[in-house]
């Protein structure tokens, strides 16, 4: 395959298409993410699937997800063409979040420069999220709840009451799936403060980032495998039938390593979801 034929590109061009730069996709190669074909010349050689595949990197990376959980994501088993259904477009749970930041911080006259000096995210980064061509993670979102005094779940779904009942039926559970591989499973009840929830995240899924806030919470692995770190460097691998508890205030941050879905039971006290 070579450009002159009309069926390649040469790494400037794809850079351009993507949005990144040529370095950027030398790097992806040296990380096995892209594998683009060469000439007769020696010179790197894109498709318009390579094209689209790095399109989906640099969404998956602009969201914070590191090499390795992007490779896990686009080749991992159980995957349509080495990329998963709920990574292939941003759907209407991406855009419905969007507005709803955009709101919020339209309601507090906040400029996108504004909510990035609060929360540290990129202001280009944001206006992705707000237009829903960039599905935020779990990190993301808990750093733009915070600037807002709410929650996680309180961005991610409308208006929510919680059963006033101390029993929660599976069938009467509040479930958010997000666009990032991580689905939440709502048990709380009303008057508690505490949060029970249960995280389920594919694999190479996870918060995509360090957060931090008051509490403590508790974690028991119900299936799969969860690595989670702790203030940057300490590093907890953990497995099914495994637990864990920390001040919610140490930064933490974790992954789904695994080629099969991790399923954990959270416990958060006070309510940060």
Request: contains cysteine; proline residues 5%.
């Amino acid at each position: 395959m070579d450009p002159s034929d009309g069926q390649g590109l040469y790494i400037q061009q794809a850079a351009q298409l993507v949005g990144a730069s040529a370095v950027q996709l030398r790097t992806w190669e040296q990380q096995n993410l892209i594998a683009p074909a060469r000439s007769a010349s020696g010179y790197r050689i894109f498709s318009i699937a390579d094209v689209e595949r790095m399109q989906r990197i640099q969404s998956l990376m602009a969201g914070g997800v590191n090499a390795e959980g992007v490779r896990r994501i686009l080749d991992g088993p159980g995957y349509s063409a080495g990329l998963p259904t709920s990574f292939s477009s941003p759907s209407s749970r991406s855009r419905n979040v969007g507005n709803t930041i955009r709101e919020l911080r339209k309601q507090r006259c906040m400029t996108l420069r504004d909510l990035s000096e609060s929360t540290g995210l990129s202001a280009s980064y944001i206006s992705s999220v707000e237009r829903g061509s960039a599905a935020p993670s779990i990190a993301s979102l808990q750093k733009i709840a915070a600037t807002f005094e709410t929650n996680v779940l309180g961005i991610m779904t409308d208006s929510y009451e919680l059963p006033d009942s101390p029993m929660v039926r599976a069938a009467d559970r509040r479930v958010l799936d997000s666009d990032k591989g991580v689905r939440i499973e709502d048990l709380s009840t009303a008057g508690s403060n505490l949060e029970p929830l249960i995280f389920t995240f594919q694999p190479g899924c996870g918060s995509d980032g360090a957060i931090s806030h008051e509490g403590e919470e508790f974690l028991l692995i119900m299936s799969g495998r969860l690595d989670l770190q702790l203030d940057g460097h300490d590093d907890y691998s953990l497995d099914q039938g495994d637990s864990m508890a920390y001040r919610s205030e140490r930064p933490h941050a974790w992954v789904n390593p695994g080629d099969v879905p991790t399923t954990v039971l959270w416990l958060n006290t006070p309510r940060t979801f």
